[in-house]
């Protein structure tokens, strides 16, 4: 299907208005003679029985989960996109140059296992040189892991060391670059990598396919993906969707014609034509020919946007149970519903499914499964015509090749700032302007040290805020670069992104797939009372993607930055809908440990020291909770307290009592409000009256718990958690592990003290209301010294 004149005059679909995007219809396509050869199309639907019948064999044998119908409605244009299309190494899985297929469709995690099993079974049997270790390989002897825990002793499954398949992708399985299948985040993120690929590459990058279905484009943060894709021109993006109008619950999920649809009112061309994407509507995304025909077009299409194929198919086509009925669940075991649906098999083949004989025990369950698998092989290496299919993975190794894909020559180098002495927790660079009594915003810190952290990666931060860029301090990143929005073609030179406008959902998604393609950080912000509880599906989905790349093939976690801005009580003036004090709870200590970090600095000249150790630490998300107001960069020689640079340890005494006098108690410290509100009028006070106390903070309890048990308790002993008075302007539990007596915890100072969400008003007026302002502090301080000294 070369040199063909791909010139097409298209058409607007009625009722919009024109766009960068085109829309083409497969008929038009086909008329300028972009015919597939028959002998091709016949032996691509040889190799769809066999991949038909491996998502049958996947789901009886695996009979309570997994998505049988959605897994065999895409097979056939994702395994033409594979053989035909698709530039890659298949020895190198994790290769940036590579080509990736993307399964934002997560639920589609069977036809992703038997998809790559097949491939590799394709070149194992007549191209074996061309496969990588075992370790890299997803063999048919991994397929007995589909579903399994790491943990399991079934014998095949330990003889073979199969690979435990997650139930929806994560990049424990090679060619995965990101963890999809959670409410609509597999797009974002696969746009996300895309954008990493597009940066990185310049004019030369990796195509990015995204396979999703139409129901997996309902949840709002796809629209947003698609806004921002469009917007930013990210032309190296193919979307391939599975239009079978099915999902779990409805068989009509968008409008057919006259026939209004159960959940949206859009098909899937007018949702991607709408957000300027190309699209290409294939009407039988059961024929061959109309999938390599578009796919082959989509290659051609030299506008610079996005491309949308949009494949008309049928969910669980030929399984024997179809629509919706199939989207999760399937024949019963060994039913007579598995066996026909293995039949069209057999009958090509001349080979016998084997039927499961003897007791039901998961032994003889896993020797029937993998002698099923041992038929399909053998139907394999019978077939001689089979070697088409790995002489076409040698084609795609030839072909990245000559590709020739290299870095820009202007390209991020985000390993800079990881050598050593180019930045250092220990010294606050000048140019910051960090100096006592000078004032500031925290945001502001935040940004300048994330714009002096890009220009020394060369533009390896990149940024997005939920239409907060200024208000957040965000801009200050990419400050240096080329002003306004990225957009690949116009300014590929800024740092600085639109994702759909107040859009935390797609920008969370989008970030961490940034930052996963392992060239940037990826920085997104907005306020606390949102971004923590919008961007917590994409954080825990980045924080297991990273865990499994580097549990199973090594390396580094890849940092996403998440902020959470405008943070807690003094942002008195928006009400208590945006002065959120419970942002903290939701994401500290939420996570396994290294994942995510979150540090809580209560004054501008911490910023630069927890961002330094934060981002030393390697997290999957480091999460930095700053405040909106202008504060003092203060002046801790004067006030007698410990050096910024402590911060870094997770918990640090400010001031330490003097040993050679009586202890009147301690004091431990989290948030910048209520910390600033201590230090600059509490402390004084309690000075001039004579009291002699320990007074700590929390800076970050990830960074604290980093330490060895011993040096925990040196840095906060047991003893003084056990008697000290905690107060914070997060929520009570983020207090409970510094904070451990009954008492204690009794009389935690916190926001919700008095039992209810505070009002609208000045920072000083709110901090009144919860009983955080320096008066109600000295006096719960006073109480709680006399108390200590009468239970004495």
Known sequence: MENIDYTLVAPVIPGFSQRRGKYYEISEILKTGLQAEEKTVA??????????????????????????????????????????????????????????VVYAAGHKALGLYA???????????????????????LRFEDLLGFRKNPTNTLPLFKKFVSKALDGHPTPATPHVKVATGASG??????????????????????????????????????????AAASAMRLYNIILHIDYNQASIDSNRVCRDGDLKGDYVQW???????????????????????????????????????????????????????????????????????????????????????????????????????????????????????????????????????????????????????????????????????????????????????????????????????????????????????????????????????????????????????????????????????????????????????????????????????????????????????????????LIQENFPPGILITITPWEPGEIWPLLVEGLNKRPAVLSPFVTRPNEPVIDRKKLNLAPATDAVKGVYALRKADESQKLDGSVILQESGVTLEFITKVLPKLDKAGFNMNIYHISSAELYDAHSK?????????????????????TLPTMYKWITSFDGRYNILHPFRNGYYLGSGTAESVLLQAGLDADSMYDEVVKYIEHSVKKK
């Open 267 to 585: 098909n899937p061309m007018e949702l991607c034509y709408l957000h300027d994407f190309n699209v290409i509507h294939v009407d039988d995304g059961k024929d061959f020919r109309q999938i390599m025909a578009a796919q082959s077009f989509a290659k051609s299409l030299n506008n610079k946007m996005p491309t949308a194929i949009v494949y008309r198919t049928v969910k669980g086509w030929k399984y024997g149970i179809e629509g919706k009925a199939s989207h999760g669940a399937g024949h019963k075991m060994n039913s007579e519903g598995y066996y026909n649906s293995c039949k069209e098999f057999e009958d090509t083949f001349g080979l016998n499914i084997p039927r499961l004989k003897g007791d039901t025990s998961q032994e003889n369950i896993e020797r029937c499964f993998y002698d099923t698998l041992l038929t399909i092989r053998e139907a394999i290496s019978n077939d001689k015509s089979f070697s088409f299919f790995a002489d076409s993975i040698l084609k795609a190794k030839n072909r990245i090749v000559s590709r020739n894909r290299i870095p820009k020559k202007n390209k991020p180098d985000l390993d800079h700032i990881y050598k050593i002495n180019i930045i250092s927790s220990e010294k606050i660079p000048d140019e910051l302007n960090i100096k006592p009594g000078e004032i500031t915003t925290l945001r502001s810190v935040l940004g300048t040290s994330l714009g002096y952290i890009n220009r020394i990666s060369n533009g390896a931060v990149i940024g997005v805020a939920a239409d907060l860029l200024g208000s957040t301090s965000v801009n200050l990143l990419g400050k240096g670069f080329q002003e306004g929005f990225y957009d690949a073609v116009d300014n590929p030179d800024s740092r600085i992104l639109a994702v759909g406008g107040i859009c935390e959902d797609a920008i969370g998604g989008m970030m961490a797939g940034l930052s996963a393609f392992g060239k940037h950080i990826g920085v997104s912000s907005s306020y606390g009372a949102f971004i923590s509880a919008m961007e917590h599906t994409a954080a825990r989905l980045h924080g297991i993607g990273e865990q499994n790349k580097v549990l199973h093939y090594g390396g580094h976690f890849n940092t996403w930055i998440l902020i959470n801005a405008h943070a807690g009580l003094k942002t008195g003036e928006d009400g208590p809908t945006h002065a959120d004090p419970q942002c903290l709870q």
């Open 710 to 730: 011993e040096e925990r308790e040196k840095l906060l002993p047991y003893q003084i958690r056990n008697t000290a008075l905690g107060i914070t302007g997060f």
């Open 185 to 226: 985040v597999g797009i974002p993120s696969s746009f996300g990598v895309a954008l990493g690929a597009l940066d990185y590459f310049g004019e030369n990058a990796p195509y990015i396919n995204v396979v999703e279905g139409e129901g997996g484009m309902t949840p709002g943060r796809v629209a947003e993906a698609f």
């Open 43 to 100: 032996l691509f639907e040889r190799a769809d029985i066999l991949y038909r019948t491996l998502c049958a064999v996947l789901y009886n044998f695996v009979p309570t989960s997994g998505h049988p119908g959605g897994s065999i409605s895409s097979g056939r244009f994702v395994s033409s996109l594979i053989y035909n299309y698709l530039d890659f190494d298949i020895a190198k899985p994790f290769a940036d140059e590579n080509d990736l």
């Open 115 to 137: 998809m790559w099993a097949l491939r590799n079974e394709f070149v194992r049997t007549f191209k074996p040189e061309l496969l990588p270790d075992e370790k890299y390989q």
